[in-house]
């Protein structure tokens, strides 16, 4: 009777260490990184390839074109503290490209000069906040906001003659799960990225509405 009493004690003292050792390791890891991938659905609908050619000009005309768009998407990275299982601090960055032929056409269509590589860039910069709702060993559920500024640029000068301009950018994710297995992660956010051009003109609106990443905790 002693000796399964003992041992049973002893299943009991094993099962609470471990079950203690899971739970601080998962505490003590509150150190995030995660690299993502997001949409430019905005940008393709905004810059896109004309649908039609002036014909009824004459050869005198000119019209400039911007054709043969190319986007990149939004590459970003970002990290977070974990103060809980259900809030955390961080920043992120979060760059996207657009690229483009500028193409001066005559009345008739006809290609009279073509400049490549025209582009434009756009990188943002943010602190932000994380709010984890249900909590799991194995998933997450999340949304988060974050607040910063938005650096945009390229070969096109705005109104006053420069390359850059820099603006707000706010980032509000509406609903986020994250997979997990020991250190690593995956994650899936909803929702969307919002910019001004220069304080003034808005320049993106609900971009990166999807984005994917995946990331360690340590």
């Given at each position: 009777m002693?000796?399964?009493?003992?041992?049973l004690?002893?299943?009991?003292?094993?099962?609470?260490?471990?079950?203690?050792?899971?739970?601080?390791?998962?505490?003590?890891?509150?150190?995030?990184l995660?690299?993502g991938?997001?949409?430019?659905?905005?940008?393709?609908?905004?810059?896109?390839?004309?649908?039609?050619?002036?014909?009824?000009?004459?050869?005198?005309?000119?019209q400039v074109?911007?054709?043969n768009?190319?986007?990149?998407?939004?590459?970003?990275?970002?990290y977070?503290?974990?103060?809980?299982?259900?809030?955390?601090?961080?920043?992120?960055?979060?760059?996207?490209?657009v690229g483009?032929?500028e193409?001066?056409?005559?009345?008739?269509?006809a290609?009279?000069?073509?400049?490549?590589?025209?582009?434009?860039?756009?990188a943002?910069?943010m602190?932000?906040?994380?709010?984890?709702?249900?909590?799991?060993?194995?998933?997450?559920?999340?949304?988060?906001l974050?607040?910063?500024?938005?650096?945009?640029?390229?070969?096109?000068?705005n109104?006053?003659?420069n390359?850059?301009?820099?603006?707000?950018?706010?980032?509000?994710?509406?609903?986020?799960i994250s997979?997990?297995?020991?250190?690593?992660?995956?994650t899936?956010d909803?929702?969307?990225?919002?910019?001004?051009k220069?304080?003034?003109?808005?320049?993106?609106?609900s971009?990166?509405i999807?984005?994917?990443?995946?990331?360690?905790?340590?």
């Amino acid at each position: 009777m002693k000796n399964k009493f003992f041992f049973l004690l002893l299943l009991c003292s094993i099962a609470v260490v471990g079950f203690a050792e899971n739970k601080w390791t998962h505490i003590t890891q509150r150190n995030e990184l995660r690299i993502g991938w997001g949409d430019q659905l905005f940008e393709s609908l905004i810059w896109h390839n004309p649908t039609s050619i002036i014909t009824t000009m004459p050869d005198s005309y000119q019209q400039v074109y911007k054709e043969n768009y190319s986007y990149n998407q939004h590459v970003w990275m970002e990290y977070q503290w974990r103060f809980t299982h259900w809030f955390s601090l961080g920043a992120m960055v979060d760059f996207s490209h657009v690229g483009w032929d500028e193409v001066t056409r005559n009345g008739k269509g006809a290609e009279l000069n073509r400049k490549e590589e025209q582009f434009f860039y756009n990188a943002v910069i943010m602190p932000t906040i994380r709010f984890t709702y249900f909590h799991h060993e194995n998933v997450n559920f999340y949304s988060g906001l974050g607040i910063g500024l938005d650096i945009n640029g390229g070969t096109e000068t705005n109104a006053f003659g420069n390359h850059t301009d820099v603006g707000a950018a706010i980032n509000l994710t509406v609903f986020g799960i994250s997979a997990n297995y020991q250190r690593w992660f995956w994650t899936v956010d909803c929702g969307g990225l919002y910019a001004l051009k220069n304080m003034n003109t808005i320049f993106l609106m609900s971009s990166r509405i999807v984005n994917v990443g995946m990331g360690v905790r340590f």
